[in-house]
Nanobody, 127 residues
Framework: QAQLVESGGGSVQSGGSLRLSCATS??????MAWFRQPPGQERAGVAA???????KYADSVKGRFSISQANTRNTLYLQMNSLTPEDTAMYYC???????????????????????WGRGTAVTVSS
């Protein structure tokens, strides 16, 4: 059974940085992603990476966030720089082992594409 455990969240001032980690076990994934859910809003995709290293980012984080994985592929990271209060949210790690296709790469930031989820880590950015 797949297990995903996020860590690295916390409180930071605007302009600061945080690095989130997601430790995985029990799954050979073909794609992994970070999602976030601000208070009172729906969950949305932030960044994703497939097994071939193809990445995809939400427009709101391009140039500020960077997704990467450990060489062993059992840990996913999200480096977040130049944080703003709008980045305040619960951040979730997600993984899926479905087939990697042209269409699946287009849809990497859609929550419906992922079957395994972590419980989240909270990020708060103060102005």
């Amino acid at each position: 059974q797949a297990q995903l455990v996020e860590s690295g969240g916390g409180s930071v001032q605007s302009g600061g940085s945080l690095r989130l980690s997601c430790a995985t076990s029990g799954i050979q994934y073909t794609r992994m992603a970070w999602f976030r859910q601000p208070p009172g809003q729906e969950r949305a995709g932030v960044a994703a990476m497939d097994e071939d290293g193809v990445t995809k980012y939400a427009d709101s984080v391009k140039g500020r966030f960077s997704i990467s994985q450990a060489n062993t592929r059992n840990t996913l990271y999200l480096q977040m720089n130049s944080l703003t209060p709008e980045d305040t949210a619960m951040y979730y790690c997600a993984a899926d082992s479905g087939e990697n296709t042209y269409v699946s790469r287009l849809l990497m930031l859609y929550a419906e594409r992922y079957k395994s989820w972590g419980r989240g880590t909270a990020v708060t950015v103060s102005s």
